[in-house]
């Protein structure tokens, strides 16, 4: 199935334009991910997924002017959401040295203006405020919220990508004013300002 069939299916819709850059995302990905070990799911099929996975959110969260993702890696879903929204400021918080390359290298291929990337980790990272946190497969609920403090304003609100394990990181975390959406076996932790 096509990425736009299986986005539209989901009921995500996106200009031809943004297809056209995911079809070189895809492109590079493949080739970076086997030479670098960026990601384990290389098939087109595996990362339309990841991109439906990155995108998913967007049906429920409010909207926001720009956003930080912890560990973006090769490009989940931070990248992916950078694209999808060349309007919004993102940033891309990623520790690694090959994996920031990837993203500079994916930057530069598709004239991302929106998208600044920063090698450093999440505790690390000074002088930006935004209105949205993201987060996939990094660290537990507590932990994320503790390590992003720096870039949090008043009213910023997180979505974290979770699966099974999110019942006892809420325990622990102590939040309230959270919504949790579920597809498939993902869990979009939503917690709002």
Not at 90 to 104: C, G, I, M, T, Y
């Amino acid at each position: 199935m096509s990425l736009k069939s299986l986005l539209e299916r989901n009921n995500l819709d996106f200009e031809d334009s943004f297809y056209e850059d995911c079809k070189i995302f895809i492109e590079l990905l493949q080739k970076w991910g086997k030479v670098h070990n960026l990601s384990g799911r290389l098939s087109v099929e595996d990362i339309n997924e990841n991109i439906l996975d990155s995108l998913y959110p967007l049906k429920f969260i409010e909207s926001f002017s720009s956003f930080a993702d912890i560990g973006t890696g090769a490009g989940y879903p931070g990248l992916i959401l950078a694209i999808a929204k060349k309007d919004i400021k993102a940033f891309l918080v990623e520790p690694r040295v090959k994996r920031v390359a990837f993203l500079n290298f994916v930057k530069a291929s598709l004239g991302l203006q929106n998208l600044t990337i920063i090698q450093k980790r999440a505790e690390d990272v000074e002088d930006i405020k935004v209105d949205l946190i993201t987060s996939r497969a990094v660290t537990n609920t507590k932990l994320l919220l503790e390590i992003t403090v720096n870039m949090q304003k008043s009213d910023t609100s997180y979505l974290f990508y979770k699966g099974s394990m999110l019942e006892s990181e809420l325990e622990i975390a102590k939040i309230n004013n959270y919504q949790i959406v579920s597809r498939n076996d993902r869990n979009y932790l939503y917690i709002k300002a």
